[in-house]
């Protein structure tokens, strides 16, 4: 099939680049409405208060302020801002514990009143004018702290500050046995990092209602559709009455899988009466907006002589904040990765979610995957040193074949860890690299590498539902109806090569409506990597049913049947007399102007869930070098290999990874979210003291997209964005590990842990 | 059926009542896009004269100025602003002889060159700079005097300026025997009037070229589908390549059945790099958009003695102004009108459509065929007259009846005139008033009638294809997207409400999205009072196929068969056993959310093209007083008897029948489209010379809809805006006759104009 596709596969300019580049394109900043207020929050001061009384009676007073609201004035209905327990197969498992505005705080920045006013200079002095008293509580910053008795209790609910307990869902085997028959076992613990995915523009939202009573927000969402909903139970409104604008996202990550200023910024826009939009600053966005959770990960292999693992085990104490957010799915989905990279007959894992006085934490990329094939991908390296063996064939022998399950419990079509890791080490030069005597001066050079595999979606523990529409212009181009929320990855670019390729249309010829739940139909939004493999089958159906019409009114006009048409470049021809031909539009205007009446509106619906979920796998090798004297890494060089079953186009696939990469980067090597021990607050709170990869930081990369098309995915592809870092990072790790010797079981492996690290060995 | 109805027949809210009312409602002079420039045109001073030089560069240099472009800047491709030629069944009887700008001045406010600029009074001061030197040439202003050998030539291909001449097309009978076998002929030559529609919101547009070359046009259309095809057109541009907004619109009546501004706003935009807004004063939309139609008709009846009319003709010279535009299609209308209104064995009609050095006519409300019935209507009281039979006898007597053709030549399924005759002079007093003494002092009673005919869309002469899509939320509520523009004459909300009734939903429960091309499926436009009664029946068929999938869940839910379901209000129940139920919001959200994926995504399209064609039917009756020593007209009573068929929202069917009362008001009595006979400048530029008929001075008004639902219409609807001001206008004329015995064949019968005649008498 591969060899005739005439669009995908192609490198072509991704949707919106134009706009992009020219500055054109509209993003939240961008959106000014008549009468639109300036919102701004009142966040606690204080880890862990009750609030006495709140007095906003001077800021009500203040010319200029339309509405100042604190949580009395918000609907008392909780929620999880995680859009998870509307989709997942066991919604019980997702927990509500939030208001819109805090009847107590519990961390520093818990949002505590808002208010919308004429500029940002006269809400800021509103602000100013709310009193507060607040009675300040014992805090818990620590989450083994935090389950000590006697610790000060966050939720009321929570004993012990546990909000949820629970072993692996699909445990086998018996772990204990297995690591009793093992030759060697390996158990380290570590701590892995709540970095923040900092995108590019800072959370903001819209919201107004109009004088009907209908809300519209404009939100950059991952899920509006979910989000409409979810926001609608908050406020107790029909679903039917919000309309969901989601504009240009100037980047998403995971972390707008939840609500963030949209309910506040509705309760603000309602009192108010008019258009509120809510912007944070940087520094807002550091504390107020989702970090990745943090794991303290106990993690246990157990392997035999031949380095067949034989036993996997897990053991977390997570570290959610100070709500429960997306608690219980990244865990689940750590334990996932954890256990599900590697053939082995016993597995088990059990995690323990604990609340403690920080930030909540979120769905950031990689959603707990990235921690726990972290973990384990260093197991892996420490398993084979134990036993001699070369961490590369350990892998090899370990590495899951087509058939196999994967990490999800759905057996795989493909599966290309071996032929991958085969091609990388010849690539690298794998064998004389790990041979390569280190050197002796204080400049140490390391090689190390990672495997991974991830998801097209998150079937089948969620509800995957997803839904296209295409019509036909008289010019014989195609209108694209879709919900796929382009957060900068470019599915909307991909949904267009798909329908252009089905349709027999040029990329340019397809133009896409999106971003209004309105005028678009039902889809469950943008996470796992679900997109293309999803989305991109919904458009595939829906051309077809399109193109259904299409032959046939061609065939009446050809003579031909309409099983003997094709179209390609925008020209329906006979298979068996290519001469019979006719243009796309033709047929098209022909059918919209047809005076006799036998008019057709040439256009289809089409919709998808999927049954299978075949993950994306990547191989990932990184060659550092490690100065013993100051402790710094300088990362030489990255290898990614990786299948993402057929690129639909390889350059914005390469863009993906090499995004990863430097995310990888910044999470092993500098991005520490700085939580003061004391105090609760956020001492990294700007890209001074929050220090992110840039350009200049980046190492020489090479991406390989080793492209096996699978039977299940549009055009054989299948997700590959959101699980781009997971190999990578523990590749820096056992590099790290190769040049000096030392596990760094708490990112970031800044130039001070590693300093330490190597006295204290 | 009428008594189930719920939804379909009461008096809701219009659609966009609230934000009216609020002042929320965004119509164009609200909408400001990042970097708009102002555009302003700079008009011919001539009435006729040949362009030797534009010189721009001055203009160019000026601060601010961002483009300037002249006939030479613009596509060398010539059209018609009139779509019709799009739908058209004789495409070829539309003549293109426009240019986007004027290479040649053939009326004063013809289009010379425009300029964009940061604000008006830079772009007014650049208007200032173009230097333009033109060769005056002789100008002619009478359709009469314009076909004398020897009269300039406006258009090189136009021999004595005739630019269509033809025969009704569906004449019949032998009119000249006609004339001879009746006892009565009458004959008399009516100038009708060529007033402005006078819409509330001057014409304005918007157009923006992105990044990648898409155009976006904001403009009040009508026919956003078929303006779309134009503009692509003139432009060379793929029609899918633009996309149509239509806003809020401030009235249309007929006039953006015609491009207006959109053309030369493009090319300022596209020239520019920038969006750029156009937007008429008063003044400009008086001369530089189009008004009516002037006739100068000779109508001619012949009648036996019983009454029983036998022959009619009308010779007309239509003076259509300096472009073609609607010069054929009017007066096509007009001919059916005249032609088609009465039981009549032997009938002709032909006109000669002449240009002149007078600002183009288009098409305005009764579109044609308000001034031909306006010409019959006066005739068929003078016969009667001379027969010495009552005006409202005779037209019982001549009245079509069901069965018969109507106007369009199609059967009708009903006819109501015999009916609304005899209850609307029996409400009236008829027989009391006509015999009622005529006062002996100056000021005289009279009383006079007048009925009409329309029709539901311009069908079998027009293509009349239509579209609608529906979507439900999980609410239970759906969604309906539609391009109808709804120009104030509430179609939208009379589409909601079919939407709610078929749906079984409430009138609050559906969610429109409308005046987008991108997201709309095709339809040809309003016009000729088609909305209601075609996309009507698309809306039925949209909601009648998103119903079946509705019903065949709810089916599965309820354990009953799907064909045994109804819905009412939101809830679908059992026939056989009520007790069975479900709101449409949980067989929605169990469809949207199903965990086995089972999805269904409940939604439907529908299309329509019309075989029949109801006309609405209006019986008119009117009391004036007229002053013998002013010549001023007192109107002091209308009665309004309509059949809509079914009136889907009474309120605003009332509100377009009132509407059309005012505007025959000024029609008859005080519009003055007066255009200098010397110079050709239109001398009543603005409300001040231009007299529009205002609250203060209506008359009594008493309306009556005399519902009698039609078989084809959707809930028994059909037309019934566009021709609601026909039956008023002849109705006062003859009331005036009737008072002081003097027929007003040169419209507006300003006192000046009763007392001339009054004293010729």
Redesign the interface.
Known sequence: MSDELSVVGKRLPRWGA??K??G???FLA?IKL?GMLVGKILFSPHAHARILKIDTSKAEKLPGVEAVVTWQDVPKNLYNPNKLD??L?HPELEFKDMYVLSEKARFVGDRIAAVAAVDASVAQRALELIEVNYEALPAVFDPVEAMKPGAARIHDYAENNVSVRFGFPVAWGDVEKGFQEADVVVEETFRTAGNHICQMEPCTCIASF???G?LTIWSPSQHPFLHR?KL?EIFGM????I?WITPHVGGAFGKYGSLSLEPVCAALAKKAGRPVKLEFSREEDLFGTEPRQRYISSGKIGVKKDGSIIALQEKMIVDGGAYYTHNFSTTAVNMGGFTGLYRCPNVAAEATCVYSNVPPTGGVRGYGNHEGTCVLEQLVDAAARKIGMDPLEMRLKNAKKAGDPSSTGIPMETCTFEEMIKLGAEKIGWKEKRLRKKETGPKRYGIGMGIAMDVSGAQPFN?Q?R?A?I?F???????L?VNAADLGQNIIGALMQIAAETLGLKYG?I?V?AG?T?????DIGQHASGGTYQIGHAVINAAEEAKKDLFARAAGRLGVPADDLEVKAGRISAKSDPTKEVSV?EVVKEA????K?E???I?G?G?F???LNPPPFSVVFTEVEVDTETGEVKVLKILYLADPGKAINPATVEGQLEGAIAQSLGYVLSEDYAINKKTGVLESDNFNTYKLVSALDMPETEVILYEKPVPSGPFGAKGVAQGAMIAVTPSIANAIYDAVGVFITDMPATPEKILAALNRR
Chains 1, 2 share one sequence.
């Open positions: 134009s706009e580049a020219t054109a394109a509209r961008d008549p509307l989709i197969v109009a004088a009907d209908r909903r609608a029909p679903e039917g009455r309309k509800i539902h839904n529409f019509k212009n008289e010019d014989g181009s195609a209108n109806l010829d133009h409506v209004d309105d005028s678009t139909l039902y539009g919209m102007y047809n005076f009446g008019h057709l509106n256009s619906k919709s869930s999927p049954t």
